[in-house]
């Protein structure tokens, strides 16, 4: 009888992100990975790909593996995109399981930009902006949790899709009194969507802006903690079967097989 290879006890971690044409996004994702001790993989845009880069593993000889999407929410890319790339990944290669975490999104990510900001009283918590509403009442949440520990209001604001945009937040809170309002960045990494929030919170005069999340203590942690608590419902073994992002059909996967993230 042959002896199956032997893996680390370990299973690999596999970040999966977006992905963005501007290469200060790619080389911070690839910053984040190198500190969660982990491998980046992209939905579009960037190299590697998600599905070769989980069916790379499989041919390697992992059977299992760790994937985390670096997501703040559980928007389209969340509930759809990475569904699709696991379904793709397994399908090619049936032995492999994968372990399926969710999003990165969490409070404890606030704390870490509220160090950077300067002295305030109202600050607009600015991020990538969604269709999905369930997304935006997350963030909404997270702000209003902050405002309870911090002691001062927080408000989201949307660089797209959604409103208010930056510059209708910091109205918004002159509006109840705050005059030294800062704009903490709610962004994995940087690109076109954070430099419109950055020259918009200039042209409205806030105090700063802070630096995206990137390879934060803070961020490193909770992928730590996304690694190392995935329960083994959301094993994935030939077919998805997770509590905590639910596939789409596989009319649905046909449907949209040319997408990027499945297609390279």
């Known amino acids: 009888m042959r002896d199956s290879p032997v893996m680390p006890s370990n299973p690999p971690l596999v970040l999966v992100a977006h992905g963005s044409p501007d290469p200060r996004s790619a080389a911070t994702v690839r910053r984040i990975a190198a500190s969660s001790e982990g ?7 960037d190299e590697p790909a998600a599905v070769p880069s989980l069916t790379d593993l499989a041919d390697a000889g992992h059977r299992e593996v760790v994937l985390v999407p670096l997501l703040l929410t559980r928007a389209f890319h969340g509930r759809v995109d990475i569904p699709r790339v696991v379904a793709a990944a397994v ?3 049936p032995h ?3 372990r399926l975490g969710a999003p990165v999104g969490d409070p404890l990510l606030l704390s870490g930009l509220a160090r950077d900001l300067p002295p305030c009283d109202g600050v607009v918590l600015a991020t990538a902006g969604t269709r999905d509403e369930r997304a935006r009442d997350g963030i909404e949440a997270l702000a209003r949790t902050q405002s309870i520990h911090s002691g001062i209001p927080w408000i989201p604001a949307y660089a797209s899709a959604a409103k208010p ?11 109840r009194g705050a005059r030294r309002v800062a704009v903490a960045s709610y962004f994995i990494a940087e690109g076109k969507l954070h430099d419109r929030v950055r020259e918009a919170a200039d042209r409205a005069g806030a105090v700063a802006v802070t630096p995206v999340l990137g390879d934060r203590a803070e961020l490193i942690e909770v992928i730590g903690r996304r690694r190392h608590s995935t329960p083994s419902a959301s094993l994935v073994d030939g077919a998805i079967r997770s509590t905590t992002m639910p596939a789409p059909s596989a009319q649905a996967i046909t449907a949209n097989s040319h997408s990027p993230a499945l297609a390279r």
Do not use: G, K, Y
């Open 39 to 45: 491998l980046p993989a992209f939905l579009d845009f």
């Open 96 to 98: 492999l399981r994968v």
């Open 91 to 93: 399908a090619a290669r």
């Open 165 to 175: 945009d930056v510059a209708q937040a910091i109205a918004q809170l002159r509006a």
